[in-house]
């Protein structure tokens, strides 16, 4: 199985200031149909997951800009250009390359400093 | 829009059963292969089984292997679950979804 781990599972975050997510996996996402399906979900507190972006890259509907994702291979990050309030709550990339299983991160927790 | 509406969880003892079901709107149900990922209190999401857009494969994690059966019923546009031999570690959340889309998740408790 795809182990995916990410860092830091704690990021505490200044209102109006950049915040960046880590996440690795342990062996390359890259599909042989060339995509690369690698997820980032966003979960508030009380609700569940969101869809932020999926292959590395794409932002799904109505995310908000200040939301990307790059890397390639083994790494990717997740940045928030600029933390708004409604942006705390746990992130988690998911790996959909090697399946089954599904696998995802173990989640970084958001909150404002 | 996209609905995922699930049901059926509730309080059950170690050993028991249980059926959940999840009914789907918004989309054209057969072009998808859906997914039950579930968490556990306080803890990540665990991926959990998914059934082919066609229901002809079927994939479980190691957790639930034999224990747990997938299953859709296209004329109706659900999705089911059921969850035998349950044990104290699948207390959880268990939520239906598409990956771009997720219903509310439907709580299910094992415990004595």
């Known amino acids: 199985d795809v182990v995916m781990t990410q860092s830091p599972l704690s990021l505490p975050v200044t209102l109006g200031q950049p915040a960046s997510i880590s996440c690795r996996s342990s062996?390359?996402?890259?599909?042989?149909?060339?995509?690369?399906?690698l997820n980032w979900f966003q979960q508030r507190p009380g609700q569940p997951p969101r869809l932020l972006i999926d292959?590395?890259?794409n932002r799904d509907s109505g995310v908000p800009d200040r939301f990307s994702g790059s890397g390639s291979g083994t790494d990717f990050t997740l940045k928030i250009s600029r933390v708004e309030a409604e942006d705390v709550g746990v992130y988690y990339c998911?790996?959909?390359?090697?399946?089954?299983?599904?696998?995802f991160g173990q989640g970084t927790k958001v909150e404002v400093k | 829009q996209v609905q995922l509406v699930e049901s059926g969880g509730g309080a059950v003892q170690p050993g028991g059963s249980l059926r959940l079901s999840c009914a789907a709107s918004?989309?054209?149900?057969?072009?998808?292969?859906i997914h039950w990922v579930r968490q556990a209190p306080d803890k990540g999401l665990e991926w959990v089984a998914v059934?082919?857009?066609?229901?002809?494969?079927?994939n479980y994690a190691d957790s639930v292997k034999g224990r747990f059966t997938i299953s859709r019923d296209d004329s109706q546009n659900a999705l089911y679950l059921q969850m035998n031999s349950l044990r104290t570690e699948d207390t959880a959340i268990y939520y239906c979804?598409?990956?771009?889309?997720w219903g509310l998740g439907t709580l299910v408790t094992v415990s004595s």
């Open positions: 979804t598409i990956f771009s889309h």
């Open positions: 918004g989309f054209t149900f057969t072009a998808y292969g």
């Open positions: 059934i082919s857009h066609d229901g002809r494969n079927k």
């Open positions: 062996q390359s996402l890259e599909h042989s149909d060339g995509n690369t399906y």
């Open positions: 292959k590395v890259s």
């Open positions: 998911m790996q959909g390359t090697h399946w089954p299983p599904w696998t």
